[in-house]
């Protein structure tokens, strides 16, 4: 379980395909804190710790994670957002996010808000997904690549995020660009609202 308040990037420092998986190598300021099978958020995806070797870190991505999520594309010197998982004693800052990615979405659009950045996504829409929750909510909560973000201006396919200019220097928001591919993960409240109600 995560907050989605990102602690660092994590840079990549090796990729390896072995069959349908990827070993992804980073290396951050906590790798020597980590241990083996810790949890760790990647652009939102969590992943388990698999090897530790001095500041850096191995996980590994199967196949559904791949398809569901932009890791795949990663290469050597990119920058990932990484958040440990959350401990149960003291505040949420963010919201809950399960690590457990939804779907990817590009950037369609950047624009000023005095000072912040409106940046606008969308994603493919598919009606059966969105009536088990798989949607936004103005004022909801979803997550980008890993970040807790607050929805603006929802459509059936598409929202935006106001991003402070502190969040764009410390994550990876200041590597996006229209046309950039993120991970999205939906509100896990709304998907067990919607889940209530056909049920009932």
Request: negative net charge; proline residues 2%.
């Amino acid at each position: 379980m995560f907050s989605g308040i990102v602690e660092e990037m994590a840079t990549v420092t090796a990729v390896i395909k072995e069959q349908e998986n990827i070993d992804i190598t980073l290396t951050c300021s906590f790798a020597s804190q980590l241990r083996i099978d810790q949890s760790v958020a990647h652009n939102g995806v969590c992943l388990t710790v698999v090897a530790i070797e001095g500041d850096t870190y191995t996980v590994t991505a199967m196949k559904e994670t791949l398809e569901r999520s932009n890791l795949g594309a990663l290469s050597v010197g990119d920058r990932v957002n990484v958040e440990r998982s959350m401990l149960m004693n003291g505040r949420l800052d963010g919201h809950i996010v399960q690590g457990h990615v939804d779907q990817t979405a590009v950037c369609t659009d950047m624009s000023d808000a005095g000072g912040s950045t409106y940046f606008t996504f969308r994603y493919p829409y598919d009606r059966d997904m969105a009536r088990r929750g798989y949607f936004t909510v103005d004022k909801g909560s979803v997550t980008v690549n890993g970040v807790s973000l607050t929805v603006c201006n929802p459509t059936e396919d598409s929202f935006q995020v106001a991003i402070i200019p502190y969040t764009r220097a410390n994550t990876n928001f200041a590597d996006i660009q229209v046309g950039s591919t993120v991970n999205i993960e939906f509100d896990i409240l709304g998907k067990y609202i919607a889940r209530l109600q056909s049920l009932v």
